[in-house]
């Protein structure tokens, strides 16, 4: 059976960089600077033959009040009532704290298995710090260098019999089944699992992502409040949302470039970046109050040019007051701003309250279906003749560029190649007046479209070679004829 082990600590005990040696990835920002990680991080993880969910939490603050550190603390509280094993880790360099001391004393009231280690230990300025650890009460501490690998063996056979245990207790506790398969059965089917949509929500900073995935998981499993620039991970949430399963990625805040300075920063937003490149669907979210700034643009197009399916969605939609006109002013603004992204759905929502989520999923579901969308050869080649009779291509030079037939090549996004003579010549209004007939003729509003142009004389393998005579043939040629004699 697979347990969940979270890992906790103060702040810069090389949490994060333990998390990443067992899911075997680099899912978690790593950084010296104390602090980074703020939400809730899962991952699968492996060590040995043991696999079990780890939770990368926020270094433990002593507050307690309704300040960033304080929510941060109430979060981690959170993990460690979730999960099955607590891993405590402290700096084994810098010894045991006065903090370390108040944290054990929570732990050892709010957790059933506690396993101390002190991380950083490798070499002897960690030995002192090795045994102040004794007097926090939590048994013998496991001696761990998370950044080089050391002490795994002995975290596993800490782990190993928590885990026969919990094991045990499963097999226990379920339910006896008798699965009845009659002789005639050759193949018994067991159902599979749906594919999770893969849905990254971002926008800029203070835009309200992580209360809107919050409002879509029912519990605040993000953190959230007024300051902007909270969220840094890129923290992916699986959850089945309206009977869709989803798995839902929340970003850090995109600025512009010219204003990210910080290392730290960089970090939070190319992490972003690629949770979009994983993402099916990209759900740009605006703030009702300054919507389509510059920066939103920037990340709309970044998604388009990603090829990924697009929604826009307008946040804080409870404080519009005259809501038809904003909606309508919003509507003409996307239209004039984002041609590239015409005809993509753009749903008004709530956050705070969680009115227009139905509409958002609907939007997200139908983004999706046309993202995925197949047509077939004869289909596309009905309408482009008609295309093609209502407005011929050009013919630069006196030459008609002619368009033979068409095809569809790929979907995720949908990408089309079209076969014509000089596709070189053919001016870019035209390829856009193809790709708009597409849109509308086969309903594909909003989504990417991948056009090529490509003339027959490329699928000619023989194109550039010149005829020549077989190898076997021109030594017989070669050869001088044998003369006659008479």
């Keep these: ?102 944290f054990a004393e929570i732990l050892r009231k709010r957790s059933a298995h506690v396993i101390l280690a002190g991380n950083k230990a490798e070499g002897a300025a960690a030995d002192a710090g090795m045994i102040e650890a004794f007097s926090l009460g939590l048994g013998e501490p496991v001696r761990l260098s998370a950044e080089h690998g050391e002490g ?55 835009a309200g992502k992580s209360t809107l995935i919050n409002a879509i998981l029912g519990e605040d499993k993000l953190l959230t409040g007024p300051e902007a620039g909270i969220t840094r991970d890129a923290i992916s949430t699986q959850v089945d949302w309206m009977g869709t399963p989803l798995r839902i990625w929340d970003t850090a805040g995109m600025r512009k470039k010219a204003k990210v300075q910080e290392k730290l920063e960089k970090l939070s937003v190319s992490d972003g970046l690629r949770a979009v490149k994983f993402a099916e669907v990209v759900v740009v979210l605006l703030d009702v109050e300054i919507p389509f700034e510059q920066q939103d643009l920037r990340i709309a197009d970044l998604a388009e040019r990603e090829g990924r399916a697009v929604v826009v969605a307008v946040n804080k939609w409870d404080l519009e007051g005259e809501k038809q006109d904003k909606l309508k002013e919003l509507r003409e603004e996307f239209a004039r701003l984002l041609p590239q992204l015409k005809g993509a759905p753009l749903v008004t929502v709530s956050a705070k309250t969680g009115r ?41 030079g006196g030459r008609r560029i002619k368009i033979r037939y068409m095809t569809q090549v790929k979907t995720r996004p949908p990408g089309f190649v079209a076969m014509c003579s000089y596709p070189e010549k053919l001016p870019e209004s035209y390829r856009r007046y193809l790709i708009n007939g597409l849109r509308e003729h086969f309903d594909m509003p909003g989504t990417p479209i991948r056009f090529h142009m490509r003339s027959q004389a490329d699928q000619n393998p023989y194109k550039g070679k010149t005829k020549s005579t077989p190898s076997r043939l021109r030594k017989h040629l070669d050869k001088p004829s044998p003369k006659k004699t008479w």
């Design 1 to 102: 059976m697979s347990f969940t082990l979270a890992i906790v600590g103060r702040p810069n005990v090389g949490k994060s960089t333990l998390f990443n040696r067992l899911v075997g990835k680099r899912l978690a920002l790593v950084d010296d600077q104390p602090g980074v990680t703020r939400d809730l991080r899962e991952g699968e993880a492996r060590l040995g033959d043991l696999r079990f969910t780890v939770i990368d939490t926020a270094g433990l603050e002593e507050a307690t009040d309704e300040s960033l550190q304080g929510r941060m603390r109430r979060l981690t509280e959170r993990a460690v009532d979730m999960a099955d094993v607590c891993l405590f880790m402290i700096d084994a360099r810098a010894g045991v704290l006065p903090a370390d001391e108040v």
């Design 152 to 206: 795994l063996n002995e975290l596993y056979s800490m782990l190993m019999p928590l885990a026969d245990e919990f094991a045990e207790r499963a097999a226990t506790d379920a339910p006896e089944t008798d699965v009845d398969v009659s002789e005639d059965d050759d193949d018994v089917h067991v159902p599979t699992k749906e594919r999770p949509l893969q849905v990254a929500v971002v926008g800029r900073p203070n």
């Design 356 to 396: 227009g989520l139905d509409r958002l999923h609907g939007a997200i579901l139908r983004a999706h279906e046309v993202w995925n969308r197949r047509i077939s050869t004869a289909r596309l080649n009905n309408w482009l003749s008609e295309m093609v009779e209502a407005h011929p291509p050009p013919a630069p």
